[in-house]
């Protein structure tokens, strides 16, 4: 069992930073391909970022590659999400994944509401 605590979300103005965080319980963190997904009001959740257990590879959906990076640090159970450059079009509930290495074994976080300000 896997548990997934976000935070860093926030009010920011377009052009600005944000860090999100997502805190894993758990001994087998490394075991696990993390993730970021976001879900703005009336529309499904979608991909953003994701990187493997040992940080080697990372991908990113077209719409944010350049603006964000995920990372992980994995002596803290903790992934990363750096947004910089936000949108208004950013503006969304974002949730951590964690994805067992070679396995459909999937745990979700409660998510962090994200708002992007003109």
């Known amino acids: 069992q896997v548990q997934l605590v976000e935070s860093g979300g926030g009010l920011v103005q377009a052009g600005g930073s944000l860090r999100l965080s997502c805190a894993a319980s758990g001994r087998t963190f490394s075991s696990y391909t993390m993730g970021w997904f976001r879900q703005a009001p009336g529309k499904e959740r979608d991909f953003v970022a994701s990187?493997?257990?040992?940080?080697?590879?990372?991908a990113y959906a077209d719409s944010v590659r350049g603006r964000f990076t995920i990372s992980r640090d994995n002596a803290k159970n903790t992934v990363y999400l750096q947004m910089n450059s936000l949108k208004p079009e950013d503006t969304a509930v974002y949730y951590c994944r964690a994805l067992r290495t070679g396995s459909s074994l999937t745990y979700w976080g409660q998510g962090t509401q994200v708002t992007v300000s003109t």
């Open positions: 990187i493997t257990y040992s940080g080697g590879n990372t």
